[in-house]
C-alpha cells in the first residue's frame, strides 16, 4: 500500500540516523570520514517488507544490513512500535511517514472546525496528533444519528460494541454542528455504512438530514486499487472504496463529487520525501542544504510505486520486487522500473554493491 520507509546512506562505514518519509520510514547513516549521506532508501511496507503481519523476502535481515552491526490507519509512533516488532529492527516513530502523513499539513486550515476521520485503527487519534483540534471518528460520528445506518440491526460484529469517543463532546453539540471536511485516513471496515454516512455528510453541507448543501471538502489518504497480503490474490484498497463512493454519490447528487487523493504515485509524496530526507540529513551535518546523488524506490506496485518513482524523476532509481502484487517474470511493460528483482533481500543488495563501486571509483 501508500506507506514505505526511507533509509538515507554514506557509502563508507555507518552510524544510524533516523528519518522520515511518506507511509515510510527512513534511517541515515553517516561515516565519520563525511557526514553527507549520499543516497536514500525509500521501501513500500505492504508486498516489499511485509505481507499482512509477516516480514517477507528476507527483509528483517535485509534492514539489518542497512544498520552498523557494531552498534501501515495508527499514529506514527505506533506504527513504529508494531515494525519494531515485526521486524527485529528498531524503527522511531521519526523514520514512519506513512500515507496520512500529509494530512498534518492541513491542521493549521480547519482550526477549531468540525471534521471527520474514517478507516480502519484509530484515524481520529491519527489526525488529533497531526495538530486537528475538533476531530472526530466515522464510528463515534455516525453513533450520534439515530437510524442513520438501516443495516446496523444485521451487523452481528457491532452487536454489543461500544464506540470509543476520544472527547466528552455531547450528541447535541455535533449534530448541529456543520463537518467542513472528511479525511478518510485508512482503508474503511464498514463500506455500506460509510458510503451512506459520508453521503450524507457531502450532499448536505456538513449537516445530515438535513437539506442540500455545498459539499464539504473530502480528501484520500491514497488511491490504491488494490495491494498484496497473505491471500494469493491482491485485495481491494482505498482507491477502490474512493470509485464505490464516488459511482454512488454521482448518481443521487446532482454535482460530481469533488476529492483530494493523496499518496502514491502522486509526485508530491516523493518530493516530500525527499525534503524529509533533505532537512535531517542537514540538521545532522549542520552543512547547509544537502543533496542526495541517488533515491532508491523499492516496491511491489508497477502502477504504484514504480510510475510515481518514473514521474518523480532524477535523482529516483526504481526497484520492483516479486513479492507482492507483481509477480511477473520481465519487466512490466507499461511502467517499467530500472531494475526487477525476486526480495527486498536482493534489492538491497544491489543497491550495496553499487553504491560501494561508486565510492571506489572516486
Known amino acids: 500500500m501508500n506507506n514505505f520507509r526511507i533509509i538515507a546512506r554514506n557509502s563508507l562505514r555507518r552510524r544510524d540516523y533516523s528519518l522520515r518519509s511518506p507511509p515510510s520510514r527512513s534511517f541515515c547513516n553517516l561515516s565519520q570520514e563525511s557526514n553527507r549521506p549520499s543516497y ?5 511496507i505492504d508486498g516489499v517488507i511485509l505481507l499482512g503481519s509477516s516480514p517477507v523476502g528476507g527483509s528483517p535481515g535485509a534492514l539489518r544490513r542497512l544498520y552498523d552491526d557494531s552498534g501501515g490507519g495508527l499514529p506514527e509512533s505506533e ?5 519494531t516488532h515485526l521486524l527485529g529492527v528498531p524503527v522511531s516513530p521519526f523514520q514512519m511517514v506513512q500515507a ?5 499539513k492541513l491542521a493549521n486550515r480547519f482550526g477549531n472546525e468540525l471534521v471527520v476521520a474514517a478507516g480502519k485503527g484509530e484515524p481520529a487519534a491519527v489526525l488529533s496528533n497531526y495538530g486537528f483540534k475538533n476531530v472526530v471518528s466515522l464510528d463515534e460520528y455516525a453513533s450520534y444519528f439515530d437510524n442513520i445506518d438501516p443495516l446496523a440491526p444485521y451487523k452481528k460484529w457491532m452487536t ?3 464506540v470509543h469517543k476520544e472527547t466528552s463532546r455531547s450528541r447535541e453539540n455535533v449534530v448541529s454542528e456543520r ?3 472528511a479525511f478518510i485516513v485508512s482503508d474503511p471496515v464498514d463500506w455500506s455504512r460509510d458510503i451512506q454516512v459520508l453521503c450524507d455528510i457531502l450532499r448536505t453541507g456538513g449537516l445530515p438530514g438535513k437539506e442540500i448543501g455545498p459539499q464539504p471538502l473530502l480528501y484520500f489518504a491514497n488511491d490504491d486499487l488494490d495491494y498484496q497480503t497473505k491471500f494469493p490474490t491482491e485485495r481491494l484498497g482505498m482507491g477502490a472504496f474512493r470509485i464505490a463512493l464516488e459511482s454512488i454519490f454521482n448518481r443521487i447528487h446532482d454535482n460530481p463529487l469533488e476529492y ?3 499518496g502514491k504515485p502522486n509526485p508530491f509524496v516523493f518530493k516530500d520525501a525527499e525534503d524529509v530526507l533533505k532537512e535531517i540529513a542537514t540538521s545532522h551535518s549542520n552543512q547547509g542544504s544537502h543533496h542526495f546523488k541517488t533515491l532508491y524506490m523499492v516496491g511491489d506496485n508497477p502502477k504504484i510505486d514504480i510510475r510515481g518513482a518514473r514521474q518523480a524523476g532524477s535523482p529516483w532509481f526504481s526497484i520492483l520486487t516479486r513479492t507482492g502484487v507483481f509477480k511477473g517474470k520481465d519487466n512490466h511493460p507499461e511502467f517499467p522500473a530500472d ?5 527486498v533481500e536482493e534489492a538491497v543488495d544491489f543497491i550495496l554493491t553499487r553504491e560501494s563501486a561508486k565510492r571506489s571509483l572516486i
Request: aromatic share 10%.
Open 40 to 44: 536514500g532508501i525509500a521501501f513500500d
Open 79 to 83: 506504527r513504529a512500535s508494531e515494525m
Open 100 to 104: 496520512h502523513s500529509p494530512f498534518r
Open 160 to 162: 454489543g460494541q461500544e
Open 179 to 181: 463537518v467542513q471536511a
Open 260 to 262: 483530494t487523493s493523496f
Open 339 to 343: 531494475l526487477v528483482v525476486d526480495t
